[in-house]
């Protein structure tokens, strides 16, 4: 089993920046894809990037350009870094990892932009 605990939501204004973090904890070995959803209320939950183990990476295109995420196998951590904030992006953030045929999310963190 892993666990995933997310860090480095909050408040803040459009334009603005956030960086959130997820570490994984519990059976570590051979994580594969990290990555974040966001789920904003009424509607679905959206992918919005992810991270292969070596390093590529790939985004929903509504951030393209805004938010880049990053790895750090060492720490079993992922981090998502979001500058130019705009409203929509107001959800809840929920970090996932996949190892070997299994998916493991954490329980999300809130990040709201204020307009």
């Known amino acids: 089993q892993v666990q995933l605990a997310e860090s480095g939501g909050g408040l803040v204004q459009a334009g603005g920046s956030l960086r959130l973090t997820c570490e994984a904890s519990g059976s570590t070995l051979s994580l594969n894809t990290f990555g974040w959803y966001r789920q904003a209320p009424g509607k679905e939950r959206e992918w919005v990037a992810k991270?292969?183990?070596?390093?590529?990476?790939d985004y929903v295109d509504s951030v393209k350009g805004r938010f880049s995420i990053s790895r750090d196998n060492a720490r079993n951590a992922v981090s998502l870094q979001m500058n130019g904030l705009k409203p929509e992006d107001t959800a809840v953030y929920l970090c996932?990892?996949?190892?070997?045929?299994?998916?493991?999310w954490g329980q999300g963190t809130q990040v709201t932009v204020s307009s």
């Open positions: 991270i292969s183990r070596g390093g590529s990476t």
């Open positions: 996932f990892v996949n190892q070997f045929s299994q998916t493991y």
